[in-house]
C-alpha cells in the first residue's frame, strides 16, 4: 500500500512538473506514468522510463521511424507509441501520426546504407 502513495504522489508531481512543457512532453510522460502505475515498480524506475521517453520525443537528431523504433526498444507497444509521438508529430506536420504508419515502421527491416 506504501508503494500506492508514493506513486499516486509522484504522478501529481509529474502533473504540476508538466504544466510548462509541450503537448507532445506531457503525452509521453502520461504514458510512461500509467507504464508504471500498471507495472508495479518503484519511483526509480519511473523516472527512468519517463525521461528516457521524453529524451525520444524532443529529440533534435532523431527522425520519425527513429524514434518509433527507439520507443519500441523501451518497451512501449505499437498504439502507445503512437499516443506518445502524436502530440510531437502533430506540432511538426499539422497531422496525426496514424497507427499504421507507427506499425509499418515497426513491421519493416531498417535498410542498410
Avoid at 70 to 85: D, F, N, V
Avoid at 99 to 106: A, E
Wanted: glycine residues 8%.
Amino acid at each position: 500500500m506504501t508503494q500506492d502513495n508514493e506513486l499516486s504522489g509522484l504522478l501529481r508531481q509529474i502533473e504540476v512538473e508538466s504544466v510548462s512543457l509541450s503537448q507532445a512532453e506531457q503525452d509521453a510522460i502520461q504514458l510512461a506514468s500509467e507504464m508504471a502505475v500498471h507495472s508495479g515498480n518503484g519511483q526509480t524506475v519511473i523516472d527512468e522510463k519517463v525521461n528516457n521517453i521524453q529524451a525520444v520525443v524532443t529529440s533534435d537528431t532523431l527522425n520519425v521511424s527513429q524514434r518509433i523504433r527507439s520507443l519500441s526498444r523501451l518497451g512501449l507497444k505499437t498504439g502507445e507509441i503512437q499516443k506518445a509521438l502524436n502530440g510531437w508529430y502533430i506540432g511538426k506536420t499539422g497531422r496525426e501520426l496514424r497507427y499504421q504508419h507507427v506499425r509499418n515502421v515497426l513491421l519493416t527491416p531498417v535498410k542498410k546504407d
